[in-house]
């Protein structure tokens, strides 16, 4: 097509089909500013918030480049979710709930230059450790 997907779009087709692989009935969110998505399996409902992330690939809790990983605060206004960060080069996923992201322990204020946004921000740094890591083989369908 004559349109690149959006990586939010890309972000949200991935998981959606990893989702679907392991079981899951998906619905998206038509709020655009809402939780990305919603899936329902054995009765059960969940949210999930999906992000891409480029520039320092990773495949596993070993090659991710940092001791922790950082989530937004915004992000916090929701209740009950998943976050899934998805690594654009390699197609990795890091997946963590909510109650143990927004965790006061985990919040820092950091200063961010890009070609989006220019200051201090807010964002949950937490242990590598307490989030999993799915690699692209069994993130990939």
Not at 131 to 140: G, L, M, S, T
Request: proline residues 3%; hydrophobic residues 35%.
């Amino acid at each position: 097509s004559r349109y690149a997907i959006s990586s939010d779009e890309e972000g949200k087709a991935l998981l959606i089909a990893f989702l679907e692989k392991k079981g899951h009935k998906i619905s998206q969110n038509s709020d655009k500013y809402g939780i990305d998505l919603f899936s329902e399996k054995d009765g059960k409902t969940y949210n999930w918030e999906v992000e891409m992330k480029s520039r320092r690939p990773w495949v596993s809790m070993e090659t991710f480049p940092f001791s922790s990983v950082s989530f937004l605060n915004r992000k916090s206004k929701w209740d009950n979710f998943w976050y899934v960060i998805i690594c654009r080069e390699t197609r990795s996923a890091i997946f963590c709930h909510s109650t143990v992201i927004f965790n006061e322990q985990f919040k820092e204020k950091l200063y961010i230059k890009t070609d989006y946004r220019n200051g201090t921000d807010s964002f949950f740094c937490v242990p590598k450790e307490k989030c999993i890591f799915v690699e692209p083989e069994e993130f990939i369908v």
